[in-house]
C-alpha cells in the first residue's frame, strides 16, 4: 500500500515547478508511505511515490517500476492478490523478474498485454498511473468497486492526480476552496465520497475508471461496472440447491481470505461480535500463525467487546481490546476528519484511528475487515424495507381506479425505490434537491431497475437493486473513510469481500438466498454457523456502533464557528442550532464533525488544536453539568 502523485503536461515542458509540485504532494501524504520515496520524470510527466513495504520489502520493491528500456513507468498504490499467477504466464512469455513484489508484475502486465486487456484481470485493490512511453499516453485506474482512491484535478495545462485531496491542494497555484454543493450533499446524509470531493476543482475517478490521458486531451472510460456483470440467468434462479450455493461461497470466501493473508509483514483481523468480521477472522486463523485480532473498546455505550470475544474464544485467538475515553476519541475525531477530507463522518471514525495506531504500535501493518458483505449479501434493514414497501406499493398499485392511476402508482414506486436513497425520506421536496444536486447519483437508481426489470417479483428486484446502489454509495462512504483512516496510521486495511469471485458469486445470487425467514445475509449466516457462536450468527448487526454521548457539549464550537459562516447562519440562527444540537445526539455529531472540517480547511486551524477545542468544550459541559 502506497500514495502515489503526478503531473502530466498538456502543453508545454515539465520542469523544475512540476518536480517540486510532486515533492510537495508526496509529502502532504507521506503517512501512507512511511518506508520509501521515489521521482521520474520526462518532458511531459512528473511521477512520485511513497511506499508502504508489505510484499517483497526489498528495495526492488521500490517505485517507480520501470521497464529496463524505460518504455513502461509505473506508480501504483494496492494489492492485485492473483500476481503470482499473473507472473507465471508472464515469465512463460520470457519475461525476467527481479524482484518478488506485485508492482513488477503489474508493470508488466501494463506494458505486455495493454492496459485495457490487463486491468480486466486483476484480482486485487488498486489505483495507479502507468505511462507508455511508445504511445505517450499516460493511463489512470482504479479498482473494480473502489476500494483504493485516485483524486484528479486540471488547472490550466496540467492535469494533477494523487492518492488523497490534501495531495492536490500543496500542488503551486491550487487554492484550498471547499465546494458549498459536496458540502450541502454532505449535511443532507447523502453518499458522495466516490463521486465528489469536498474542493473545488478536485474531481474522483470512479470506481472502475480507466482513463487515458495524451496529447488530445482525457478520455474517460470504465473497464467494468456492476450492472454490465449482473448473468440474468444465474440471478433469476430461485430454486438453485441451497447445500452447493454454501458449498461454493465457503470456498470462494476461503480462496479470498488466504490471497488477502499473502504478506511478507505481520497481519491481523478487525473482530467485532458480528458475523462479517468473524468469518474473516475464522478463516484467516487458516492461513496466519501465529496471529490475533483487534476491538475497540469505548468506555461508554455499546460495545462490541463481548460478542468479539465470544468468537475469538470459540476460534482460540488472542484479542486485543484497544480502550479510550472521550478525550481520546475527540482528539482522534479531529485528526481522522483532517485525513477523511470531509466532515461525512462516521461516529467509528475516530475508533478506526485508535486501532489501526495500535495495530502500527504493535508492529501490524496488514488488518483485514469485513467490509462488503452487508452490500454483497443483504445485511441491511433498509434494504428489505424498501423491497418490501416496494411490493405493498405494486400490490396496490394492481387495484387503481383507473388505468391512468395505476400507472401512475407505478411510476412513483420506480422513482422512489429504495428507502436510503434519501436518507430515509421519500418526500417529493428531497428528491427534487437531491436530484438536482446530485443527478448522477439519485438517477442510478432507475438504471438499476431498468437492467433487473426482468427479475421477479418485484420484491426479489428493489433487494438486489438496493444492494446494488449501496455499492455505489453507502459502501463508497465506508471504504473512503476506512483507506484514509487506516492509512493515516501507516497500515493497509483489506476486505476480502470485495475480491472477483465473491463480488461475482453474490451479484448473481437470487435475492431469495439474501433474505430468508426475515433474516438478512441468510446464506452467509449459513456457512458461519460452522464457524462462530450461534448467539452471534443470529444477533442484530451492531456495526462498531460509538455512542454520540462522546460529543455532549462540542455543539458550543459553533458558536462563531468556521461552519457558520460557510452556510451563512445568522446569530439568532445558531443559537437556535445550538440548542437543537443539545437535544439530538445525530445532529449534534453531524454538525460538529463539519464544523471541525471547516476550521481545518476553510479557517487553517490544525488538526490538534482543533481536537483541543473540542475536548475543551466536552469538558466545559461536564463541568457545568
Known amino acids: 500500500m502506497c500514495g502515489i502523485a503526478g503531473i502530466w503536461r498538456f502543453a508545454g515542458q515539465a520542469g523544475e515547478t512540476d518536480d517540486a509540485d510532486v515533492r510537495a504532494m508526496i509529502a502532504a501524504i507521506v503517512h501512507r508511505g512511511p518506508d520509501?520515496?521515489?521521482?521520474?520524470?520526462?518532458?511531459?510527466?512528473?511521477?512520485?511515490?511513497?511506499?508502504?513495504?508489505?510484499?517483497?520489502?526489498?528495495?526492488?520493491?521500490?517505485?517507480?517500476?520501470?521497464?529496463?528500456?524505460?518504455?513502461?513507468?509505473?506508480?501504483?498504490?494496492?494489492?492485485?492478490?492473483?500476481?503470482?499467477?499473473?507472473?507465471?504466464?508472464?515469465?512463460?512469455?520470457?519475461?525476467?523478474?527481479?524482484?518478488?513484489?506485485?508492482?513488477?508484475?503489474?508493470?508488466?502486465?501494463?506494458?505486455?498485454?495493454?492496459?485495457?486487456?490487463?486491468?480486466?484481470?486483476?484480482?486485487?485493490?488498486?489505483?495507479?498511473?502507468?505511462?507508455?512511453?511508445?504511445?505517450?499516453?499516460?493511463?489512470?485506474?482504479?479498482?473494480?468497486?473502489?476500494?483504493?482512491?485516485?483524486?484528479?484535478?486540471?488547472?490550466?495545462?496540467?492535469?494533477?492526480?494523487?492518492?488523497?485531496?490534501?495531495?492536490?491542494?500543496?500542488?503551486s497555484g491550487f487554492d484550498t476552496r471547499i465546494d458549498t454543493r459536496a458540502l450541502t450533499l454532505s449535511l443532507a446524509l447523502q453518499d458522495i465520497d466516490s463521486h465528489l470531493s469536498?474542493?473545488?476543482?478536485?474531481?474522483?475517478?470512479?470506481?472502475?475508471?480507466?482513463?487515458?490521458?495524451?496529447?488530445?486531451?482525457?478520455?474517460?472510460?470504465?473497464?467494468?461496472?456492476?450492472?454490465?456483470?449482473?448473468?440474468?440467468?444465474?440471478?433469476?434462479?430461485?430454486?438453485?440447491?441451497?447445500?452447493?450455493?454454501?458449498?461454493?461461497?465457503?470456498?470462494?470466501?476461503?480462496?479470498?481470505?488466504?490471497?488477502?493473508?499473502?504478506?511478507?509483514?505481520?497481519?491481523?483481523?478487525?473482530?467485532?461480535?458480528?458475523?462479517?468480521?468473524?468469518?474473516?477472522?475464522?478463516?484467516?486463523?487458516?492461513?496466519?500463525?501465529?496471529?490475533?485480532?483487534?476491538?475497540?473498546?469505548?468506555?461508554?455505550?455499546?460495545?462490541?467487546?463481548?460478542?468479539?470475544?465470544?468468537?475469538?474464544?470459540?476460534?482460540?485467538?488472542?484479542?486485543?481490546?484497544?480502550?479510550?475515553?472521550?478525550?481520546?476519541?475527540?482528539?482522534?475525531?479531529?485528526?481522522?476528519?483532517?485525513?477523511?477530507?470531509?466532515?461525512?463522518?462516521?461516529?467509528?471514525t475516530a475508533a478506526l484511528l485508535a486501532m489501526t495506531r495500535q495495530c502500527r504500535q504493535d508492529g501490524v501493518k496488514v488488518l483485514l475487515t469485513g467490509e462488503g458483505s452487508d452490500e454483497l449479501f443483504g445485511g441491511y434493514?433498509?434494504?428489505?424495507?424498501?423491497?418490501?414497501?416496494?411490493?405493498?406499493?405494486?400490490?396496490?398499485?394492481?387495484?387503481?381506479?383507473?388505468?391512468?392511476?395505476?400507472?401512475?402508482?407505478?411510476?412513483?414506486?420506480?422513482?422512489?425505490?429504495?428507502?436510503?436513497?434519501?436518507?430515509?425520506?421519500?418526500?417529493?421536496e428531497h428528491r427534487i434537491l437531491s436530484t438536482s444536486l446530485f443527478a448522477q447519483h439519485i438517477l442510478s437508481a432507475e438504471e438499476i431497475l431498468e437492467t433487473l426489470a426482468p427479475l421477479s417479483p418485484v420484491f426479489a428486484r428493489v433487494f438486489a437493486g438496493n444492494g446494488i446502489f449501496d455499492l455505489y454509495g453507502h459502501m463508497q462512504s465506508i471504504i473512503h473513510r476506512h483507506d484514509r483512516i487506516s492509512m493515516a496510521s501507516s497500515v493497509e486495511l483489506r476486505v476480502p469481500f470485495l475480491e472477483n469471485g465473491v463480488i461475482d458469486f453474490a451479484l448473481n445470487l437470487h435475492p431469495d438466498f439474501k433474505h430468508r425467514k426475515r433474516q438478512g445475509k441468510w446464506l452467509l449466516k449459513e456457512v458461519a454457523q460452522t464457524y462462530l457462536p450461534r448467539e452471534n450468527v443470529l444477533a442484530r448487526k451492531k456495526g462498531f456502533p460509538i455512542s454520540s454521548d462522546y460529543f455532549a457539549g462540542t455543539q458550543s464550537t459553533l458558536r462563531n464557528g468556521a461552519l457558520r459562516d460557510l452556510m451563512a447562519w445568522s446569530t439568532g440562527e445558531t443559537e437556535r442550532i445550538v440548542d437543537?444540537?443539545?437535544?439530538?445526539?445525530?445532529?449534534?455529531?453531524?454538525?460538529?464533525?463539519?464544523?471541525?472540517?471547516?476550521?481545518?480547511?476553510?479557517?487553517?486551524?490544525?488538526?490538534?488544536?482543533?481536537?483541543?477545542t473540542l475536548v475543551a468544550a466536552a469538558a466545559e459541559r461536564g463541568a457545568d453539568g
Not at 496471529?291 to 455505550?301: C, E, K, L, M, R
Not at 467487546?305 to 476519541?329: I, K, M, N, S
Not at 395505476?406 to 411510476?411: G, L
Not at 455529531?589 to 481536537?611: C, D, K, M, N, T
Open 381 to 428: 434493514r433498509w434494504q428489505a424495507v424498501s423491497a418490501s414497501r416496494a411490493r405493498w406499493a405494486h400490490f396496490l398499485a394492481t387495484f387503481g381506479p383507473t388505468r391512468h392511476a395505476r400507472e401512475r402508482r407505478r411510476k412513483r414506486i420506480a422513482m422512489t425505490p429504495f428507502s436510503n436513497a434519501f436518507a430515509g425520506s421519500g418526500t417529493v
Open 36 to 171: 520509501g520515496q521515489g521521482y521520474w520524470s520526462t518532458d511531459r510527466l512528473a511521477l512520485g511515490h511513497c511506499r508502504l513495504a508489505i510484499l517483497d520489502t526489498s528495495d526492488r520493491g521500490l517505485q517507480p517500476a520501470i521497464t529496463p528500456d524505460q518504455s513502461g513507468v509505473l506508480v501504483y498504490n494496492g494489492e492485485v492478490y492473483n500476481f503470482r499467477e499473473l507472473r507465471t504466464e508472464l515469465e512463460a512469455a520470457g519475461i525476467r523478474f527481479l524482484s518478488e513484489s506485485d508492482t513488477e508484475v503489474v508493470l508488466w502486465a501494463l506494458h505486455q498485454w495493454g492496459v485495457d486487456a490487463a486491468v480486466r484481470r486483476f484480482n486485487g485493490m488498486f489505483a495507479f498511473a502507468y505511462f507508455d512511453r511508445r504511445e505517450q499516453a499516460l493511463w489512470l485506474c482504479r479498482d473494480r468497486l473502489g476500494i483504493k482512491a485516485l483524486s484528479v484535478a486540471r488547472t490550466g495545462s496540467r492535469l494533477i492526480f494523487a492518492s488523497e485531496d490534501k495531495a492536490l491542494l500543496s500542488a
Open 198 to 348: 469536498s474542493f473545488a476543482g478536485i474531481r474522483r475517478l470512479p470506481p472502475g475508471a480507466c482513463w487515458r490521458v495524451d496529447g488530445d486531451g482525457i478520455r474517460e472510460g470504465s473497464f467494468w461496472n456492476a450492472l454490465a456483470a449482473i448473468d440474468m440467468d444465474r440471478l433469476s434462479d430461485r430454486n438453485r440447491n441451497v447445500a452447493g450455493a454454501k458449498e461454493e461461497l465457503e470456498s470462494l470466501l476461503r480462496t479470498s481470505v488466504g490471497l488477502h493473508c499473502v504478506s511478507d509483514v505481520t497481519l491481523a483481523t478487525a473482530c467485532s461480535s458480528g458475523v462479517d468480521s468473524g468469518l474473516v477472522t475464522a478463516l484467516s486463523r487458516e492461513f496466519v500463525d501465529p496471529f490475533h485480532a483487534y476491538v475497540v473498546a469505548p468506555d461508554t455505550g455499546v460495545s462490541e467487546v463481548e460478542g468479539a470475544q465470544r468468537t475469538c474464544d470459540r476460534l482460540g485467538v488472542p484479542l486485543r481490546r484497544v480502550v479510550f475515553d472521550r478525550a481520546a476519541y475527540l482528539r482522534n475525531l479531529a485528526i481522522g476528519i483532517h485525513h477523511v477530507e470531509n466532515g461525512n463522518l462516521s461516529n467509528s
Open 580 to 612: 437543537l444540537c443539545a437535544a439530538d445526539g445525530t445532529l449534534r455529531s453531524r454538525l460538529v464533525g463539519h464544523e471541525v472540517f471547516a476550521r481545518i480547511y476553510a479557517a487553517g486551524v490544525s488538526p490538534e488544536q482543533a481536537g483541543e
